[in-house]
């Protein structure tokens, strides 16, 4: 074979490996067409590529979080009990609900949350009939949440680290009272109503609950 012929020959390999490659570039970076993914839908039952970005379910939920107001404990709507001793509970409520232990569209639903979690916590002796918290992990549980208590009273100087949360333990003269820390020592919610209570108003801080939240109750 002479050397034109050779030249020929990988003329035609080369023009054949152009074709193939400019295929296989079109249909990796090419989106399909709306025809080829009916294609590919009949063929197999499912289709065969997912879209890029789906929002998760806890974006989803923070649109839905953000949108209800939770109920403070002294919203007639609660039982008398709730309403004159429920601070840690409900503060437990709210953590849990932001941290996506549960969903609820309306403080309705909140409410009747809540109600349900102290009736299967006082049959269970997670809390007392004054609504005192017995075993905090238990009953961060009924709200769906896993967390982890130190089991003692922190100092208010103690900072939360990484998924840790916080409830500030108020004094104001011989009135206790909870509230839910910003993980600073600071009051971020005041369970009592939405003007606040004197206690978190005018008393101090004496010590605060820390809970290292660990996930969600499958």
Known sequence: ?????ILKSLKNVFMVFLKSGKKLVQSTIMPKTSKQVEDNQ?????????????????SSSSILHSAVKFPYQTDER?????????CALVCIAKISYEEFGFNAATSEEIIQKIEAVKTLAMKAGYI????????YDKVFILFGIIA?????????????ENREREMLYMMYGE????????????????????QGSRTAKNGN???KRIFDIKGWVA
């Open 148 to 160: 982890v208590y130190t089991d003692k009273h922190e100092p208010i100087y103690m900072m939360c």
């Open 205 to 207: 801080a004496i010590n």
């Open 128 to 135: 007392d009939s004054e609504l005192t918290i017995l075993d």
């Open 42 to 58: 009949s063929s197999s039952g499912v289709p065969q590529f997912q879209p890029e970005l789906q929002p998760s379910q806890e």
């Open 78 to 86: 609660f039982k008398i009990d709730i309403q004159k001793w429920g």
């Open 175 to 194: 009135v206790g009272h909870f509230v839910v820390g910003t993980g600073l020592s600071a009051i971020a919610w005041d369970p009592y109503s939405e």
């Open 1 to 5: 074979m002479n050397l034109q012929n």
